[in-house]
C-alpha cells in the first residue's frame, strides 16, 4: 500500500528529527512512522533505493541510518523540505510509493490577501452582471455595455480553457487535482499566454466594470486588477522553482497576460514552422 495520503488527520506528532515532523506510529526497529510535513517520505515503505535523492532538483532529501529495519536501513529524510517547488518527481517516480507532497497553502499577509480577493472577487463578476441585466447600464452608454458582456464570455473562455488545456497536457499526478500539473503547459491558450487564467479574471472584472458603469464596481473591480499582477508574480516565482529551465524557456517565447503580443507571437512562430 502507498503512503497514507491523510497522514496528518490519521496520525498523531509524536517528534521532530533535525527539525523534521515524525508522524507515529514509531515503535523501532519495525516501526519508524512518516517523516516530514511538506514533504513526507514513509519510512516503513522506503526501500533506499535513492531515486528521490537523483530526480529532486531542489535535493531536498538527505540519507538517514535506519539500523536493522526490514525494507531497508537507510532511508530518504526530507530534511529541507521547505524547499519544495512541488514538481512531484519524487512522488511520481518512487517505486514503492512512499512519498506524497503536500502543499503548504499561504501564510502570513498572502493568506489574508487570498481571504479578502475570493469574496469580492465574487462580488465584482456576478454583482456587476446582474446590476446590468436588471438595471442596465448606470450611466447610459451602449458600446460599453455591449463590449462589456463580449469581453466577458472572452474572459470565460480563457478561465474554462485553462482548466481544460491543464486537465489534457498536464500530466497530471494520480489522485491529484488538475493544477497539480508536471510539465510545463504550451498548448491551446498557453500557446498565447502564460496566464490564461489570470487574464480571464482580469477581463471579466473589465467587463463587469462596462456593463454595469457602476462606481462600486470600479472601486472594487481596480484593485482587483491590480492584484492579479501579484499574483502572477507569486505564480511565476513557484513555477521557476518548479520547472527550472523549461519554464524560462517558456518564458521567452510567450507573454504573461498580454494577448495581442501573444498572438503576433504565435502568428510568427508558425510562419517560421
Request: aromatic share 12%; proline share 6%; charged share 20%.
Amino acid at each position: 500500500m502507498p503512503i497514507d495520503p491523510k497522514f496528518q488527520k490519521n496520525r498523531k506528532k509524536v517528534g521532530k528529527e533535525e527539525g523534521i515532523t515524525i508522524w507515529g506510529p514509531v515503535d523501532p526497529p519495525e516501526t519508524l512512522g512518516i517523516r516530514g510535513t511538506y514533504v513526507a517520505v514513509d519510512w516503513d515503505l522506503c526501500t533506499g533505493c535513492g531515486i528521490c535523492l537523483k530526480v529532486c532538483p531542489q535535493q531536498l532529501f538527505d540519507w538517514m541510518e535506519a539500523s536493522s529495519h526490514p525494507t531497508s536501513e537507510k532511508k530518504a529524510f526530507p530534511v529541507r523540505e521547505t524547499e519544495c517547488g512541488q514538481c512531484y518527481l519524487c512522488e511520481t517516480k518512487c517505486p514503492v510509493q512512499a512519498i506524497r507532497i503536500i502543499y503548504p497553502g499561504l501564510t502570513g499577509w498572502l493568506n489574508w490577501l487570498a481571504w479578502l480577493t475570493i469574496p469580492l472577487l465574487f462580488t465584482q463578476l456576478v454583482g456587476g452582471s446582474i446590476y446590468g441585466v436588471l438595471f442596465g447600464p448606470m450611466l447610459g452608454l451602449q458600446a460599453p455595455f455591449y463590449a462589456g458582456w463580449v469581453v466577458l464570455v472572452l474572459g470565460f473562455l480563457f478561465v474554462l480553457s485553462s482548466l481544460i488545456y491543464f486537465s489534457k497536457r498536464g500530466e497530471l499526478v494520480e489522485g491529484r487535482g488538475i493544477m497539480y500539473t508536471t510539465v510545463v503547459v504550451e498548448s491551446g491558450t498557453y500557446g498565447i499566454v502564460r496566464h490564461p487564467q489570470f487574464l480571464g479574471v482580469v477581463l471579466m472584472a473589465c467587463a463587469s466594470i462596462l456593463v454595469s458603469q457602476y462606481w462600486l464596481f470600479v472601486l472594487i473591480g481596480v484593485p482587483l486588477i491590480v492584484s492579479m499582477f501579484k499574483w502572477i508574480q507569486l505564480a511565476e516565482e513557484n513555477l521557476i522553482a518548479k520547472f527550472g529551465d523549461d519554464y524560462r524557456r517558456y518564458m521567452r517565447k510567450v507573454p504573461r497576460i498580454n494577448l495581442f503580443q501573444g498572438i503576433l507571437r504565435l502568428v510568427k512562430r508558425r510562419r517560421e514552422n
